[in-house]
């Protein structure tokens, strides 16, 4: 007797979908493709980003507020698709394959030179740190930076794999474990956790 027509893994994906889905459908921004301007190395901080949805943006810009730094943001040549599912598809793919996807935006050389402490800003994907993160991490030469780590996520609040992924694709640098964890769908009131936060780190 046959109970089910799906196979296992496709309930399991739907039921994966609906759990990262539901809470964040009320309060979600629409997918938020805006690049920053141009970063100058005008400072000794950078804040860098990546956002699918607009909590990172919002994180970040605070961040970069209170702790001096230029806002830069990371973007991939192929957008991520509009579509939640589509997205969740890419990124599962992008994930098991260990696809680091082009990006579409860049620091000059000697412009990063310039930083010595680096915030990364990214929503937790699959548990983990979103694949054009890692892209970002061996574009550049990190050794001697510091490394501060925040994150927005709808229920992965301990970041998942994120802090040892992180350890592992910056590994010439000193990478904080005090890392800022926010829930996407309260972003928009977290403004005086990410500044005490930004304040603890200097
Ligand atoms: C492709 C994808 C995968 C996700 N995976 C997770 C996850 O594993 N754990 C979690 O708590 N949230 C997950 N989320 C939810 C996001 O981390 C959360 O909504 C975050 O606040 C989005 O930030 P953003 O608006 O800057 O894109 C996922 C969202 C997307 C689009």
Redesign the pocket.
């Known amino acids: 007797m046959k109970y089910s027509l799906m196979h296992p893994c496709a309930w399991l994906f739907m039921a994966i979908c609906l759990f990262?889905s539901l809470p964040?459908c009320a309060t979600?921004?629409p997918t938020?493709k805006r690049p920053e301007a141009a970063v100058k190395g005008e400072t000794k901080v950078l804040v860098a980003y990546?956002?699918?949805?607009?909590?990172?943006?919002t994180l970040a810009e605070w961040v970069a507020d209170e702790s001096k730094g230029e806002l830069f943001r990371i973007l991939t040549v192929n957008p991520?698709p509009e579509s939640?599912t589509e997205?969740?598809m890419r990124?599962?793919e992008e994930l098991n394959n260990n696809t680091l996807p082009e990006l579409a935006t860049h620091i000059p050389p000697e412009i990063m030179a310039k930083y010595n402490t680096i915030y990364i800003g990214f929503?937790?994907?699959?548990?983990?740190v979103?694949m054009p993160v890692r892209t970002f991490a061996k574009e550049y030469d990190f050794a001697g930076k510091k490394i501060i780590p925040f994150?927005?996520?709808?229920?992965?609040?301990d970041g998942?794999q994120s802090a040892k992924t992180l350890k592992a694709i910056f590994p010439k640098s000193e990478v904080v474990s005090d890392m800022l964890s926010?829930?996407?769908?309260k972003?928009k009131d977290s403004e005086a956790a990410v500044r005490a936060w930004v304040k603890k780190q200097k």
Do not use: E, N, V
């Open positions: 990262f964040a979600r921004t938020d990546m956002t699918w949805s607009g909590h990172l943006r991520y939640y997205a969740i990124s599962k929503p937790i994907w699959w548990y983990d979103p994150f927005s996520h709808q229920g992965t609040s998942g926010i829930r996407g769908t972003a």
